[in-house]
């Protein structure tokens, strides 16, 4: 009898659990079938549309004359935008200000300033004075030159100083000036160039990993406050890009050339409020966040920078 039993309980109890699975398999389906075309409209198609002089005639880019600023530079100015370039080295930026004028046919204005200071506002607000900005672009920003222990930094108290007033002062001012007149406008985009190291915590390079999860929170937090007010703000993180900052010579498919993250990350302006840029590097982003737990991040992130920090110290060594 309790065989029987057993038997009448287990097919009665069918027909709910098929309900169940199918209905979970369908929600599954649904989902995959989401995160794909997601992903094609934003790594396919793209919205290279809207970064567009519509916005506003001029385009502000920080850190301007080298690596992913530059090339920022010159994709806004193939855009149709004017350009105001903002750098430390006027030399530099004369010739990043000729070579843009020569092939793009655009105007454009230079400020020299270095934002290691934070006497400098004063200046760039004199020189954004009248102009009627639809992007900015806040790229500038410094790392260490090897990775090294917090209290064996050289100079530790000016280096503190000075990677803050570049990496986090010069986003919050440069955002003070030019958002209240977006504001006015209901429309601007203002990108904002963190890293992938602020996405965890970097053993070794934790001040600049600091500074660049400071970086997208802030993009992200005053996102969400504007954008009913027709204001984007992205925040951008990069893993590595052949770059002179991040001393990459030869580019790979997960470690591109400035112009070829740069020309993938406009894309996807609009449609990812926080992006790493490149579908490689979304894909990183996304098994390591998925995949990889926090105490690993930490553990490779040590091993693989005291292995960088000893390689440095033994060919200063041998000069």
């Keep these: 009898m309790e065989s029987f039993y057993l038997a009448d309980l287990l097919h009665s109890a069918e027909t709910p659990f098929y309900w169940v699975g199918a209905l979970v398999t369908s929600l599954l389906s649904l989902w995959l079938l989401y995160k794909l075309i997601t992903a094609i409209r934003i790594w396919v198609i793209g919205n290279g549309d809207l970064l567009s002089p519509k916005l506003g005639k001029w385009a502000v880019v ?28 006027q030399e530099k930026l004369d010739d990043v200000s000729q070579s843009l004028e020569s092939q793009y046919k655009v105007e454009t204005k230079t400020i020299a300033v270095d934002f290691g200071g934070t006497e400098i506002y004063t200046k ?10 639809g992007l900015l672009v806040n790229n500038v920003g410094i790392s260490y030159p090897y990775p090294e222990f917090y209290l064996n930094i050289p100079d530790l108290n000016n280096f503190i100083y000075t990677m803050i007033n570049v990496n986090i002062m010069s986003v919050c001012q440069m955002t003070r000036l030019v958002l209240p007149r977006m504001v006015e406008r209901s429309k601007g985009v203002i990108l904002n160039i963190s890293s992938a190291s602020g996405m965890y915590p970097v053993p070794l390079l934790t001040i600049y990993s600091a500074t660049k999860a400071f970086v997208d929170f802030f993009s992200r937090g005053v ?54 840029g490149y579908f490689p590097h979304a894909f990183m982003g996304w098994w390591s966040a998925v995949f990889a737990p926090i105490d690993l991040v930490l553990y490779l992130g040590m091993k693989m920078n005291k292995a960088q920090r000893g390689g440095y110290l033994r060919r200063r060594k041998l000069r």
Aim: proline share 4%; glycine share 10%.
């Design 62 to 89: 920080t850190g301007a004359t080298d690596g992913i600023g530059k090339c920022y530079a010159e994709e806004l100015a193939r855009r149709g935008f004017a350009l105001m370039l903002i750098s430390r080295s």
């Design 124 to 133: 760039i607000e004199e020189g954004l004075e009248g102009l009627e900005i």
């Design 223 to 276: 996102h969400t406050e504007y954008k009913g007010k027709g204001i984007i703000i992205q925040s951008v993180l990069p893993f590595f890009v052949a770059t002179k900052m991040t001393r990459i010579r030869k580019p790979t498919l997960d470690k591109p050339t400035p112009e070829r993250y740069v020309a993938a990350a406009v894309n996807t302006v609009g449609l990812e409020y926080q992006t790493n």
